[in-house]
């Protein structure tokens, strides 16, 4: 098929072709609209010596016809996807005015049709569902805030006692704690007396290590952030050697609360 241009006491009109489409941005992609706006402009400029036949026209029209119920129908799952996503954990980014990119963390709370668009509601703020980011397993957020501690060794030489030193991450927001207990073994507590304590960091007296038992100990740490109480087990691992333990001391100041509930439980239950 050939388009031809109207002609006007012998010279070729540059006759543009008619549209009452908004100016948009240039695309790879061929979208309905402009599929229908070709259609169009192949009718009104065919050449009328060599027209276009109806099974043409039709078959055209099938294709725009089965492109639109495509879109339409990935717009639907899109949305129905953004619809599910209430109550996840999710990231999502925002631009500044400089260009860089701004980074939320928090959990959608609700979803917002706008324009065929779904907007994400994250504390407060809408989101285009574009900068989705990221969505993150059910309580991920708030391990984040976790009080934390990393793996720590220390050896300890009966014959050079030392003190060791170690620093804590307290946690954030709902989840922070504000002081620590430090358990021997899962079995007994260190008194609160031999371990002293500047901003996140703490010192365990080397009177501790002396009363261990030569050998490898692991230390807990049970962080007293109501309502959570997180326990990070064996962080520390102490080597001790030429330690002499004393038959009586009081570095120690009970056993493991947790076992000693239990126990109390147990005796209660035998004696009804």
Same mark, same amino acid.
């Given at each position: 098929?050939?388009?031809?241009?109207?002609?006007?006491?012998?010279?070729?009109?540059?006759?543009?072709?008619?549209?009452?489409?908004?100016?948009?941005?240039? %695309?790879?992609?061929?979208?309905?609209?402009?599929?229908?706006?070709?259609?169009?402009?192949?009718? =009104?400029?065919?050449?009328?010596?060599?027209?276009?036949?109806?099974? $043409?026209?039709?078959?055209?029209?099938?294709?725009?016809?089965?492109?639109?119920?495509?879109?339409?129908?990935?717009?639907?799952?899109?949305? #129905?996807? +953004?619809?599910? +996503?209430?109550?996840?954990?999710?990231?999502?980014?925002?631009?500044?005015?400089?260009?860089?990119?701004?980074?939320?963390?928090?959990?959608?709370?609700?979803?917002?049709?706008?324009?065929?668009?779904?907007?994400? %509601?994250?504390?407060?703020?809408?989101?285009?569902?574009?900068?989705?980011?990221?969505?993150?397993?059910?309580?991920?957020?708030?391990?984040?805030? +976790?009080?934390?501690?990393?793996?720590?060794?220390?050896?300890?030489?009966?014959?050079?006692?030392?003190?060791?030193?170690?620093?804590?991450?307290?946690?954030?927001?709902?989840?922070?704690? %504000? $002081?620590?207990?430090?358990?021997?073994?899962?079995?007994?507590?260190?008194?609160?007396?031999?371990?002293? =304590?500047?901003?996140?960091?703490?010192?365990?007296?080397?009177?501790?290590?002396?009363?261990?038992?030569?050998?490898?100990?692991?230390?807990?740490?049970?962080?007293?952030?109501?309502?959570?109480?997180?326990?990070?087990?064996?962080?520390?691992?102490?080597?001790?050697?030429?330690?002499?333990?004393?038959?009586? #001391?009081?570095?120690?100041?009970?056993?493991?609360?947790?076992?000693?509930?239990?126990?109390?439980?147990?005796?209660?239950? %035998?004696?009804?």
């Amino acid at each position: 098929m050939a388009l031809i241009q109207p002609v006007k006491d012998g010279k070729i009109e540059n006759t543009a072709i008619e549209t009452t489409a908004k100016d948009r941005k240039g %695309t790879s992609e061929l979208g309905k609209d402009a599929f229908l706006q070709l259609l169009v402009a192949q009718m =009104k400029f065919q050449d009328p010596l060599n027209p276009t036949s109806d099974t $043409e026209y039709i078959a055209q029209l099938a294709q725009f016809s089965q492109l639109e119920q495509m879109q339409n129908l990935a717009a639907t799952n899109e949305n #129905s996807q +953004m619809f599910s +996503m209430v109550g996840k954990e999710v990231c999502v980014s925002s631009e500044n005015e400089d260009g860089t990119l701004n980074y939320k963390q928090g959990i959608v709370s609700g979803v917002t049709m706008n324009g065929g668009k779904a907007y994400l %509601t994250v504390d407060g703020t809408l989101y285009d569902s574009e900068h989705l980011v990221e969505v993150y397993e059910a309580g991920y957020l708030l391990e984040q805030k +976790m009080p934390k501690m990393s793996y720590q060794y220390y050896a300890y030489d009966g014959a050079k006692p030392k003190n060791f030193s170690f620093e804590v991450d307290f946690g954030k927001e709902e989840a922070k704690a %504000t $002081e620590i207990a430090l358990i021997v073994d899962g079995e007994q507590i260190i008194n609160p007396d031999y371990i002293r =304590k500047n901003k996140n960091y703490f010192t365990i007296n080397q009177d501790v290590f002396h009363q261990l038992t030569p050998g490898k100990h692991k230390i807990s740490i049970m962080f007293n952030n109501d309502p959570y109480y997180t326990t990070r087990e064996d962080v520390i691992e102490v080597d001790v050697i030429n330690s002499e333990p004393k038959e009586e #001391s009081d570095v120690f100041v009970s056993n493991n609360p947790v076992e000693k509930d239990e126990e109390s439980s147990k005796e209660s239950e %035998t004696e009804v």
